[in-house]
């Protein structure tokens, strides 16, 4: 290895690579509409083919360039992760990397089913999606009439697998599931699970974002704070993206993922490759490095090495902090290809 890239990398902001986010699929079983509307995300739109997605081995090769280039840490995200068929053979393979921490986030549709396979895989950790205790306002965010109960039950079978602790994921968006901001707070409060509340962002263009439809962070606080009073609490880690908050009465904690009205780019230590092998330094981004290209056409682990180490290090993004009227309307990549 040259003796310049013997170090793990900063980018021009001073930031290391800590975590990686994997896409493993851009398809999804759900249609949540601030994500991947049915009016968009139809049975005719071009998903990727299957010659198109990395396969097992690469991403796994990729995963081994990036721990030597200083990840701790492995997110398998989608579109649906638990639609890529043998998903837990890709755990298997990232697991025998060694010293890494795996977790997914899922929608919980297929978890209940396969937890137990994925913990024996050597799956840390999961993360579940649900935006609300009520049915009906759950069924009309999915789209697909998914029912609150099965997610439940999926957490339930998550936490005998061992696959704690759990996050549980709301995303929140105005006049739209609010209201179920406190219900949430209180049942996975006695539940035990850590609930992270996430601001709706700009990404893509096909949910038709506007600021006004933001319920940020200060509000969702002041909301449960109302009834279960709350304290802000040190972060477990630099680049933690969730702001931390106890319960007053040491009964548990929250966190806000203040994405837009609080930007936390300055500690955003974060890399994601989609479910085409293309790197991308900012969920914002416009543009990404195609890893697919460079591992079929021959590149060996250095040169992959070399590639990702300057890349990282010309890392100028911070999107979040430079949020505008004009940078809204960027060519942003979707939410589903890129998985959050
Ligand atoms: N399908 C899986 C799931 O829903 O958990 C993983 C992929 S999904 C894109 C990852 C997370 O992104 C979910 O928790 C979802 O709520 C969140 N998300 C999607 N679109 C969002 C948006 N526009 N603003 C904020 N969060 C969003
Ligand atoms: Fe699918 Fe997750 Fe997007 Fe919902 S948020 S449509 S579950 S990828
Ligand atoms: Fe990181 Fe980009 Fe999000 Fe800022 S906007 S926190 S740089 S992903």
């Not at 890349?311 to 979707?334: A, F, M, N």
């Amino acid at each position: 290895m040259p003796p310049a890239l013997a170090s793990a990398p900063r980018d021009r902001l001073h930031r290391p690579l800590r975590d990686l986010r994997i896409s493993v699929t851009d398809r999804c079983n759900f249609r949540c509409t601030y994500c991947m509307p049915k009016e968009v995300f139809t049975k005719d739109y071009p998903y990727l083919d299957r010659a198109a997605l990395l396969n097992f081995e690469e991403v796994t090769r990729l995963a081994r360039v990036f721990k030597r280039l200083g990840i701790e840490k492995i997110r398998l995200t989608g579109g649906e992760p638990l639609m890529r068929k043998n998903i837990e053979k890709l755990i298997g393979m990232l697991s025998g990397i060694g010293g890494l921490d795996l977790t997914l986030t899922t929608n919980g549709a297929l978890l209940a089913r396969k937890a137990a396979a994925l913990r024996a895989a050597g799956l840390n950790r999961v993360t579940v999606s649900l935006d609300s205790l009520d049915d009906a306002v759950f069924k009309a965010m999915n789209d697909v009439d998914f029912p609150v109960a099965k997610v439940l039950e999926a957490i339930d079978a998550a936490a005998a697998a061992g696959l704690a602790p759990i996050k549980i994921n709301m995303m929140v968006k105005r006049g739209v599931n609010d209201h179920s901001i406190v219900p949430m707070a209180r049942f996975f409060r006695e539940q035990g699970h850590i609930l992270r509340f996430i601001e709706y962002m700009d990404v893509g263009h096909t949910n038709g974002w506007r600021m006004d439809d933001v319920v940020s962070a200060k509000e969702i606080v002041a909301m449960i704070s109302r009834e279960m009073p709350l304290e802000a609490t040190d972060p477990n880690y630099t680049g933690e993206v969730a702001e931390r908050w106890h319960y007053r009465d040491g009964r548990g904690e929250i966190g806000v993922i203040a994405s837009v009205t609080q930007a936390f780019c300055r500690d955003c230590t974060r890399a994601r490759i989609s479910t085409e092998g293309k790197l991308y330094t900012c969920l914002f981004a416009t543009a990404g490095h195609d890893l697919r290209a460079l591992m079929r056409n021959g590149a060996n682990d250095d040169e992959l090495y070399t590639f990702v180490n300057q890349v990282w290090r010309r890392r100028g993004d911070r999107y979040s902090e430079i949020r505008s009227e004009q940078t809204v309307k960027l060519p942003k990549i979707e939410m589903s290809y890129i998985g959050g």
